[in-house]
């Protein structure tokens, strides 16, 4: 098992920035990858980013490239992700998850609400 805790959500207005992170504990050892993730009102969950554990490369939804910063604490098993430029559409919770394989993500935290104000 693992447990995901993500924090650092809240209300900014538009243009501003917000960083969120995600604490990871429990059987992290066998983790691939991590990813963000988002899930608007009525609308389907979105992948944001990812990053490998083992060399901390980086992937990026074309929708949120140039404006969200995805990285990696290991020694705090704990992820990043820097929400600069933000826009009234980038209001949604916001979840981190976990994935032994590439693309499939199995453990999932509980979500950080990211409003932001027009």
């Known amino acids: 098992q693992v447990q995901l805790v993500e924090s650092g959500g809240g209300l900014v207005q538009a243009g501003g920035s917000l960083r969120l992170s995600c604490a990871a504990s429990g059987r992290t050892f066998s983790t691939y990858a991590m990813g963000w993730f988002r899930q608007a009102p009525g609308k389907e969950r979105e992948f944001l980013a990812a990053?490998?554990?083992?060399?901390?490369?980086?992937y990026y939804a074309d929708s949120v490239k140039g404006r969200f910063t995805m990285s990696s604490d290991s020694a705090k098993n704990t992820v990043y992700l820097q929400m600069n430029s933000l826009k009234p559409e980038d209001t949604a919770v916001y979840y981190c998850a976990t994935a032994v394989v590439a693309d499939e993500y199995d453990y999932w935290g509980q979500g950080t609400q990211v409003t932001v104000s027009s």
């Open positions: 990053i490998t554990w083992s060399t901390s490369t980086t």
